[in-house]
């Protein structure tokens, strides 16, 4: 069973709001990937924002090394500190406490704890990690919070983190654009994939970012179906230029992605 302390990052009120319920579903550990500018991170934090203003504890993990997203998703001033992601992974082995001292807090969150590089930080910025590691940071992750968020990298060959959350996780969202380079994409990634942890049936294939002239029908097939199918919204792209993810949604632009990511967290998590 999950060991969720209440002593722990997200403890910073007092009351009842200090215990987080136990998972509503077998998923824990929900990774997202996809190709190049399918919406991996944005979706990844709009469904992290999701859970916590349902008052759930959620980690979010953002393992892109070479364009580290956690400056992109919110403005310095709404983060309490700056940890990385790379001390972590330079340790020789990951703890609940060593995860918890390199969290990147949100004032404005507070049921969301952030981990990833730091702005300026590169893969070489710190020692060379291992599979190891990377599975031990995921195993950790589940005992310091109820409900993980994974913001994969798309280029996996490489990426040793992304591949591993691949893996490990509960559940898999694949994210892909209506265009040919997202399906010549996928027949170069998912080969790399022929593990015997990578369980095809875990996956969820979504359509994303699907703009109104798109033939996201064709997609569909290629696929062979798609579970959800994300449309375009215009404020979620103001929010993405302007580096503001954690904002609330309330254009009517916006309906159809807020019920579609709704649908993900009701399916994935059951809530």
Known sequence: MINFKTASIFSRKTGSEQQSPEPESDNQVLAVWGSPSSGKTLVSVKLAKHLASKRKNVALLLCDMTAPPLPCICPPSDVECEKSLGSI???THVTDNLIKQNCVLHKKQSYITLIGMLK????FTYPPYTAEQAVELIEHLRNIAPYVI???GSIIANDILSA??????DAVLRLVNCDLKSISYLSSQLPLLMDQK???DKQYKIASNVKQYEAKENMEQILNGVTFTIPHSEEVEQQYLSGDLFKDLSLKDSKGFRKELEKISKEVFGI
Request: hydrophobic share 55%; aromatic share 6%.
């Open 89 to 91: 992974l330079a340790a």
């Open 120 to 123: 300026g930080e590169n893969v």
């Open 150 to 152: 994974i913001d994969c």
């Open 164 to 169: 591993v959350s691949l893996m490990e996780s």
């Open 198 to 200: 990578w369980d095809a």
